[in-house]
Nanobody, 123 residues
């Protein structure tokens, strides 16, 4: 199973970017899709989560500016980032707990991370 994140780039302060995350691979399901970020010298932090049924949660630092959307059944998630500021500069990762059956037909849960996409906010 792979998570592929894309959409990062350079934005000016006050600008916008939209990130995409697509999960693919062997048959599996997810109950939630997450966006995390890690700035240089800082710990990775959870930014936003979308759960089955469409429930969303956000870090306080991005509430009102970022919107997570997507579909756990389709294994896709998006992060619309508006009113960006330099403090939003980081590598953004999508992540999920992946549920599937192995070759012995045993249930397995695996933590999966995308490769990260760099967001730079600068004038």
């Amino acid at each position: 199973v792979q998570l592929q994140a894309s959409g990062g780039g350079l934005a000016q302060p006050g600008g916008s970017l939209r990130l995409s995350c697509l999960a693919s691979g062997r048959p599996f399901r997810v109950n939630a899709l997450e966006w995390h970020r890690q700035a240089p010298g800082k710990q990775r932090e959870l930014v936003a989560v979308i759960s089955s049924g469409g429930t969303t949660n956000y870090a306080d630092s991005v509430k009102g500016r970022f919107t997570i959307s997507g579909d756990t059944a389709k294994k896709t998630a998006y992060l619309q980032m508006n009113s960006l500021n330099p403090e939003d500069s980081a590598v953004y990762y999508c992540a999920a707990d992946i549920y599937y059956h192995n070759d012995a037909d045993e249930p397995v849960v695996q933590r999966a991370w995308g490769q990260g996409t760099l967001v730079t906010v600068s004038s």
